[in-house]
């Protein structure tokens, strides 16, 4: 497991562009926001938070057709599902891999972004906070959808139709304590209930993206 | 002598053929009987005047819009548990009828609120967690034709259906959390005292139960079709293969 989630980690640093495309896009989104809405500050201290996480779901979702489809192609997915390891394990690391990659850094870029978009002072731990808790779960949806998906042909748009349905209690819960947060309001509840949605997420939807990738690849 | 019976087509469609004028008939019937008594023997609203007129279509098929996925689900399952194709071309079947059914809820519901609520769309919970509904159906529709091989789609669409049913669950849930209601509470339980005057509730009742077996024949007729659909594939299949 350990393995093969260094190799998956090589892969996204090594080909060029995986691991940095995600913040790239992230960045850009947040830039254009004030472009999109007027430079007031008080407007954009209200929004910041909503479009801080909506801009990493979407750079999550952004990165999610590289997650298996290259495996895919290259067969490297016939010999995981025929390993003794797993093919749930195989998934929820690969899961993993995706939120080291993609997810940790957009953890780490958002209070810089928060700065940008005139995020109140308060806000700030309340956003890392609540993203940190709610990328795994951005993570382990976007391998469902991305094993759901895998066998295809061009089925990139049609993986956004399927997952960003899935993602939206993720989004309510984790805009909502960031924006709570952000005013000064406690914030705890939206807090446990993402984790509750993120642990749900990584202890049972690795079996449900194992299932969908078995039927796409018997 | 089973319910497992009918997974064989040949029994479905006979079943089928023979249950399906019952259901038009009875489905016309209920609907409309419902709906002119809805629409012309009712008083009208002390405070709502006509417009609780819409509340024959709109709750029917909201009823419809949330039941046939729960229909789906069944069948879905009944298709990842057992493999009766019948279950799964079913559950194909009940898709569109059930999109159908979340336009006509949203649509009936935003005619209704502009002259009452002042606005034609809120972000309330009930009508915020069907737009949800709606996205899922989508992508349930998508996914299905997007996959060539039909037992693989079928295969997709059942655990789609099933992480789906979770996933929007917690959204109805989670809508809750997120925003006010404007929509009001339910008014028609069985367990409840104060409940919509029985001047307005037995036409409604006849009009869901329209709606309802109107459903049902929509389904079987819809279900009869996909079967002829993979029957006169698997033949043209064969055609090509001996000349």
Redesign the interface.
Same mark, same amino acid.
């Given at each position: 497991m350990i393995a093969l989630l260094l190799r998956d980690l090589k892969l996204a640093l090594r080909a060029g562009g995986g691991f940095g495309l995600g913040l790239a896009f992230f960045l850009i989104l947040t830039v254009l926001v004030p472009f999109s809405v007027g430079p007031q500050s008080a407007l954009l201290s209200s929004i910041a938070p909503g479009i801080l996480w909506l801009g990493a779901l979407l750079a999550c979702l952004l990165s999610l057709d590289r997650l298996l489809a290259l495996d895919f192609e290259d067969g490297t997915l016939d010999v995981l599902a025929t390993a003794p390891l797993p093919l749930e394990a195989a998934l929820a690391v690969k899961g993993l891999a995706h939120w080291i990659t993609t997810g940790l850094p957009l953890v780490l870029a958002a209070p810089f972004l928060g700065v940008l978009l005139n995020l109140p002072p308060e806000g700030f731990g309340w956003l890392v906070i609540s993203l940190l808790l709610g990328t795994p779960a951005l993570s382990m949806i976007g391998t =469902?959808g991305a094993a759901?998906?895998v &066998? /295809?042909k061009r &089925?990139g748009l049609?993986m956004s139709?399927?997952v960003?349905?899935?993602y939206?209690?993720t989004l309510? =819960?984790g805009a909502?304590a960031a924006r709570r947060g952000a005013i000064g309001m406690d914030a705890e509840t939206?807090l446990f209930?993402l984790a509750g /949605?993120s642990l749900g997420s990584i202890a049972l939807?690795p079996f @449900?993206a194992a @299932? @969908?990738l078995r039927?796409?690849i018997? | 002598m089973s319910l497992w019976e009918y997974a064989n087509p040949v029994k479905f469609l006979a079943l089928s053929a023979r249950v399906q004028p019952f259901a038009w008939g009875a489905a016309a019937l209920g609907i409309a009987v419902g709906l002119v008594w809805g629409f012309f023997a009712t008083p009208d609203d002390f405070r709502q005047g006509s417009t609780i007129k819409i509340i024959y279509i709109h709750v029917p098929s909201a009823w419809i819009a949330i039941n046939a996925w729960i229909m789906m689900l069944v069948a879905s399952l009944i298709w990842l548990v057992r493999r009766h194709h019948v279950s799964a071309l079913a559950a194909k079947a009940a898709a569109p009828i059930g999109l159908v059914m979340t336009v006509i809820g949203l649509l009936t519901g935003a005619i209704w609120g502009q002259p009452m609520w002042g606005t034609w769309w809120a972000w309330d919970p009930r009508l915020t967690s069907f737009l949800i509904l709606f996205l899922f159906y989508l992508g349930y529709i998508a996914l299905w034709e997007a996959v060539e091989d039909p037992d693989t789609a079928a295969d997709l669409t059942s655990v789609l259906c099933l992480v789906g049913s979770v996933f929007a669950l917690m959204s109805r849930y989670a809508v809750l959390f997120w925003s006010q209601g404007l929509h009001q509470g339910a008014s028609l339980s069985l367990d409840k005292e104060e409940n919509i005057s029985d001047v307005f509730w037995v036409p409604l009742v006849i009009s869901i139960a329209g709606f309802t077996l109107l459903f049902l024949a929509l389904v079987l007729y819809r279900t009869g079709t996909e079967i002829a659909l993979r029957r006169s594939r698997a033949l043209s299949v064969r055609l090509d293969r001996n000349t």
């Open positions: =469902f759901l998906t &066998g /295809i &089925g049609l139709l399927l960003l349905p899935l939206v209690p309510i =819960f909502e939206p209930l /949605i939807l @449900a @299932a @969908a039927m796409t018997r | -």
